[in-house]
């Protein structure tokens, strides 16, 4: 994961945020991991290198952020 090419221009938080390198779900008010463990990489469009790392959502996991959102509603 490479975000010199992008840090001059986007803000220190952003560049902080993307430092982290790899980014969980946030289902029911909690950051998981995808719970097959599937990533995607994120890519800068202009240099089409890797800016990170983000979890890739599954059917258990879209099952569980459906039940958490309708938990909310009710």
């Known amino acids: 994961m ?11 938080r952003a560049a902080n945020f993307l430092g982290r390198g790899s980014f ?11 719970q097959a463990g ?3 990489d994120v890519i800068n469009p202009a240099t089409e290198g ?5 979890a890739a959502a ?8 459906v039940k958490a959102a309708r938990r909310a509603f009710d």
């Open 2 to 12: 490479d975000i010199s090419d992008i840090k001059p221009l986007i803000s220190e």
């Open 24 to 34: 969980q779900l946030l289902i029911d008010g909690k950051w998981e991991y995808a």
């Open 38 to 40: 599937a990533t995607l």
């Open 50 to 54: 890797s800016i990170g790392k983000v």
């Open 58 to 65: 599954g059917p258990s996991d879209v099952d569980l952020a």
